[in-house]
């Protein structure tokens, strides 16, 4: 069996001290690559350093977060893409999106600054991870102006209905990446999945957050994600090896820099 966690911080502070055992751990549970979506600028450096350690196992994105985007955005935006001057590392752009949950105060910011990383994205070939919060019908209107371009990616921890995951699939480039959420006592996502094809979802950790059942309340690591992919199996009545093996074949067809 082989693994693909397809969206991690494993650069965090949370995993200064045992970054080394998180990655045997992760190892050990068949997790054979773990992608890393960055966040923001300070985030860029323990990115790369933990690409550097580990070769052929961390594989880093480059992506401002729509939660750290504020009034210096398009600073930041400038220092990130002359990161992405060729030859890059960058296997993806992300971790991109919208998210309106928490504060509006820079909606309109976010909206240009996610179209000018979609930009990157068409410029250099990659995919995109998406992320979104509160903002589903936002990113749709967003998303539509580019249905004539071949953008590829991940709709990252989806969690929504039936309804929107037939919208956001209807974007024929894109996998569902679903993460531990599936674990949880009172989720829905169980029902929605049924209805969705598996040749179109990844798996995710989302470490540190969101971790599966019995770790929720945790911090996640890549390890636990063999939880997730438990439940996923359960779900689309097949073995954990078959199930596995096409996440797999997944991830490397939406992440072609990967092979």
Excluded at 87 to 112: C, M, N, S
Excluded at 118 to 127: E, Q, R, S, V
Aim: net charge negative; aromatic share 10%; hydrophobic share 40%.
């Amino acid at each position: 069996m082989r693994i693909i966690d397809t969206h991690s911080h494993l650069y965090v502070p949370e995993f200064s001290e045992d970054i080394a055992d998180v990655v045997e751990r992760a190892q050990a549970a068949a997790v054979e690559k773990v992608l890393l979506p960055n966040i923001n600028a300070e985030s860029v450096g323990e990115m790369l350093a933990l690409c550097r350690c580990w070769p052929d196992f961390f594989y880093p994105m480059m992506g401002l977060h729509p939660t750290d985007v504020n009034e210096d955005y398009e600073k930041v935006l400038d220092e990130m893409e002359q990161l992405l001057s060729d030859p890059h590392p960058f296997i993806a752009i992300g971790e991109v999106g919208l998210d309106y949950y928490w504060d509006k105060t820079y909606f309109e910011e976010q909206k240009r600054a996610l179209k000018r990383q979609i930009g990157w994205a068409i410029c250099k070939g990659l995919p995109l991870m998406i992320h979104t919060r509160s903002a589903h019908q936002e990113l749709m209107e967003l998303l539509s102006c580019y249905k004539n371009h071949s953008l590829t990616g991940v709709f990252h921890s989806f969690c929504g209905t039936k309804e929107e995951a037939t919208e956001l699939l209807e974007f024929e480039g894109f996998m569902l990446g679903i993460n531990g959420v599936l674990t949880f006592k009172n989720s829905q996502l169980g029902q929605v999945l049924k209805e969705v094809p598996l040749d179109r979802v990844v798996i995710e950790t989302d470490a540190p957050y969101l971790s599966p059942v019995p770790y929720r309340g945790k911090r996640n690591e890549s390890a636990y994600i063999v939880n997730t992919l438990r439940k996923m199996a359960e779900i689309y009545g097949s073995s954990v090896e078959v199930v596995a093996e096409q996440l797999y074949r997944n991830s490397l067809n939406v992440f072609p820099h990967l092979r």
